[in-house]
């Protein structure tokens, strides 16, 4: 499905290399488990949905369930959570994603951040879902502050990809 292509997306027009989809998801998790500030956890985004959500946007043959659902589980492991809670919440994240990717392709670069937000959020309800009914935990409205965040990131993220997606274009 080509067609129109947003701004953001016009200058990756090369199919990603499968290396290059791995690494980043690789990268993904490893800044996911880097240790912040304790005032500044509360805004970190999920870099590993967040990245789910690109390469579904832009190569959705190369990620799909199974490949977020895995990618959940190790996040879980990583994270010591409830094992599952991060693999349904990214089978959620496919899900919306996949719903919103038709709308995603004609959309401006705003119309897309909403979109990110929308999919993140969902994602992170389902997490925060499994937190509460399994872990006893309290959600407050303050816990989808990070699908906001990366949402904004959204609006970065082709650029900071651009480099490694020409390198790797490059080297084929």
Same mark, same amino acid.
């Not at 996911?32 to 956890?41: C, H, I, S, T």
């Given at each position: 499905?080509?067609? =129109?292509? +947003? ?6 027009? #090369?199919?990603?290399?499968? %290396? !290059? $989809?791995?690494?980043? @998801? ?52 990583? =994270?010591? +959570? ?6 349904? #919440?990214?089978?959620?994240? %496919? !899900? $919306?994603?996949?719903? @919103? ?5 004609i959309a401006g670069r705003l119309q897309q951040c909403v979109f990110v937000i929308i999919a993140l ?42 480099? #490694? ?8």
């Amino acid at each position: 499905m080509r067609g =129109y292509q +947003s701004d953001s997306m016009r200058d990756l027009e #090369a199919p990603p290399s499968r %290396v !290059l $989809i791995w690494s980043t @998801l690789l990268l993904a998790m490893l800044l996911n488990l880097l240790p912040y500030p304790d005032g500044w956890f509360v805004y970190k985004p999920d870099f590993m949905a967040l990245l789910i959500v690109f390469w579904l946007f832009r190569a959705r043959e190369a990620i799909g369930y199974t490949a977020a659902f895995a990618l959940g589980l190790l996040t879980d492991v990583a =994270y010591t +959570s409830t094992l599952g809670q991060h693999s349904f #919440a990214y089978a959620v994240l %496919v !899900l $919306i994603a996949d719903f @919103l990717r038709n709308s995603y392709v004609i959309a401006g670069r705003l119309q897309q951040c909403v979109f990110v937000i929308i999919a993140l959020g969902a994602a992170l309800a389902a997490s925060l879902s499994v937190s509460v009914v399994f872990d006893n935990a309290v959600a407050s409205s303050g816990d989808l502050l990070p699908a906001l965040f990366g949402g904004l990131l959204w609006l970065l993220l082709p650029m900071l990809l651009r480099p #490694a997606y020409h390198w790797t274009a490059a080297r084929r």
